[in-house]
């Protein structure tokens, strides 16, 4: 597997595809790089070089207990992204809100962005979270369904993904993290300069942020897909097809 | 032909998810990767990139998936992984 070093801690990266460079964050907890590329990453990968990459704490990526605040995650991106001069960018959720971290503080290496269901203000996201539920049943039944069907039929899936869960909300300082993370400032989302599309679900409860950022990012457009906010998975083929046409 | 490739896909899960879960199920070629070995998602990405690594760029497994629904590929079983590795060195 491709492993690579960067602010100290032991990356999962892989690249799909050649061309003009895309990099995509994926969102907290059941999210890994497993989310885009079983989703919209091979349809991009079709024209671009797609760098996925699993977060810090998430999928084959090293766990350390600290270090889930947007600064720290948007510095793990940098790092890996220093060979790359200048590249699309892509977020889901939480993910997402990493890609505006980074695109409102290294404009010069952004050059499409592309914004999936960022809540806001991002400490919304850790009281709107049911995944943190006290017991493993409530945290089952917080997934989206297709999801918590998979899971409901496998002890080994289920039992890895609960600690994994348990990890990052009882043992690492990522809800603490999101708790205290404040909200992006108008003026510096007014100075996002990359063209970007913000993709948000009809039957999702971040919509509001979409409604917010499509007025104070200024070259952006909003666009509502069919589904909740796993839209990867509710909207696999809307998805793919859009990001491809703003990256094209 | 077919043999070897269902050996190589059998070790590179062992590697992966551990020999324990190999003792638990042995690999067939009607084994589904997801009812059956119960692999994450991010596991089959592994499988993927070792495979990848070990019989090289020919492999297009991304191409291959890019037009299956998530439904396709989580009925996906080492048979049909195994035939299209076949059907990619020929």
């Known amino acids: 597997m491709p492993i690579v070093g960067a602010n100290g801690l032991a990356f999962h990266v892989t690249e799909l595809g050649a061309g003009p460079a895309v990099v ?3 969102g907290l907890l059941i999210g890994t790089l497993a989310s885009w590329y079983f989703t919209a990453a091979p349809a991009l990968a079709r024209a671009h070089r797609v760098r996925l990459y699993d977060l810090r704490g998430h999928g084959l990526s090293d766990k350390p207990k600290t270090g889930y605040d947007l600064a720290t995650m ?3 991106l940098g790092a890996l992204t220093a060979d790359l001069d200048r590249f699309d960018l892509v977020g889901h959720s939480w993910g997402a809100l990493v890609a505006l971290r980074f695109a409102i503080d290294h404009p010069e290496r952004v050059g499409r ?3 999936v269901e960022a809540p806001l203000p991002p400490s919304r996201f850790a009281d709107e979270q049911k995944l943190f539920a ?5 945290m089952i039944d917080a997934l989206p369904p297709a999801l918590r069907d998979a899971v409901a039929g496998g002890r080994r899936q289920a039992g890895k993904l609960l600690a994994s869960l348990k990890f990052l909300a009882y043992e690492s300082s990522l809800l603490a993290d999101l708790r205290a993370t404040g909200d992006f400032l108008d003026e510096d989302l007014a100075k996002i300069r990359a063209k970007t599309l913000l993709l948000y679900g009809s ?3 971040c919509r509001g942020a979409g409604d917010r950022l499509a007025t104070m990012i200024p070259d952006a457009s909003l666009q509502i897909l069919d589904g909740g906010h796993y839209l990867h998975l509710d909207a696999k083929d ?6 491809e046409a703003h990256l094209a | 032909m077919n043999e070897e490739i269902l050996k190589t896909v059998e070790q590179l899960i062992g590697e992966i998810a551990g020999e324990e879960l190999l003792l638990a199920h042995p690999i067939e070629m009607t084994t589904s990767f997801n009812a059956d070995l119960e692999l994450e998602s991010i596991e089959f990405v592994a499988l993927a990139e070792k495979l990848q690594q070990r019989y090289g760029e020919r ?3 991304v191409g291959w998936i890019s037009n299956k629904s998530l439904d396709d590929i989580i009925a996906l079983t080492v048979g049909d992984l195994v035939r299209f590795i076949e059907s990619c060195r020929s």
């Open chain 1, 24 to 26: 995509m964050a994926h």
């Open chain 1, 74 to 76: 948007s510095a793990d």
């Open chain 1, 113 to 115: 962005l592309a914004i």
């Open chain 1, 134 to 138: 006290s017991t493993p049943d409530e």
């Open chain 1, 203 to 205: 039957r999702s409860s």
């Open chain 1, 238 to 243: 809307a998805i793919s097809a859009a990001l």
């Open chain 2, 59 to 61: 492999i297009d497994f």
